[in-house]
């Protein structure tokens, strides 16, 4: 066998020309693997730039269909929607009511782009008065009485049309209860992507930001997963799995691609991956500064997330990266 180090083998002889780098290019990215987040706040005429995710926005129905349209010309086919409400409640009843944001934004942007597939958050935790991603009982997020709220949640959006519904809120037995809730409900076409191993991140930073959605006490690691699992994080898999999940995730992406990688040899389910907030947020904040190349910073990112064994990757690059690739393809 020759082996490295041998005077026949030179690697460099396959990086020589861009030529031949791309034949034998391991990793493809396409913008058809994007998923582009979108957070849908109440009012009209509204389009507000989030501060700390410097290009984000958050869009009122009635705007969205301009930035759909450019994610839609630049290649992307799928969205992720986050409903922002006006007022919040102890019990997070805007999650799950049939006119709430997260339905009329699914509704507008299939009737304007019917192949957009469109997958919505299922989480209490945006219209919650106290953040917690769950009903509260004695100080505690309370597992059981919140599952029928993210059930109910789940089936508005997909009478709504979405596509996918994507639980977060790491309630035990979650999938479960929104599948057989999908079924009862005869929504048996809709696809449920489990947020499967959602780790209690500081890289949600950013999102609180814009979601308004930081807990008002305490923090969500009651819930969330100890970022040193992995073995856990193929419990929680292997949990979704069982129950029903179509789609598994792994949240977020960067630090914990050797758990992608882990997902990856063990299931053969599609998997997802989430490029959160904070992982945009930091390649955006040095590129501002001039410390790091945005483009290619970002683009090896998602080439590392892909590399990993991802199949879908959620990102808030979605639009630039699919830009991106039309312009080296
Ligand atoms: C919960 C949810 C969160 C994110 C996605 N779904 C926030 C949280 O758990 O605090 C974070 C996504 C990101 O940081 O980009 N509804």
Redo the contacts with the bound molecule.
Sequence with gaps: MIEKGNPDVRLRRLRRSETIRRLVNETDLQASRLVA?IFVRFGTNVVEPIEAMPGVHRYSVDQLGGYVNRLWEAGVRAVLL?GIPESKDELGTQAYSSDGLVPRATAEIKSRFPSMAVAA??????YTSHGH?GVLKGGEVDNDKTLPLLAKAAVEYARAGADIV?P???MDRQVAAIRTALDDSGLPETIVMG?SA?F??S??????E??G???SFGD?RAY?MNGANSREAMREIEGDVGEGADVIMV??ALPYLDVIAEARSRFDLPIAA???????SMIKAASLNGWLDERRAAMEVLTSIRRAGADII?T?FAEQAANWLKETS
Excluded: H, W
């Design positions: 987040p986050f958050d299922v989480c209490l935790c945006e991603c994507a977060s809120a790491m947020y959602k209690a991140s890289f949600y930073g950013p999102f609180r814009a979601a959605s930081t807990p969500r969330q949240k977020p989430y490029n959160v907030s904070g992982e945009y959620i808030y």
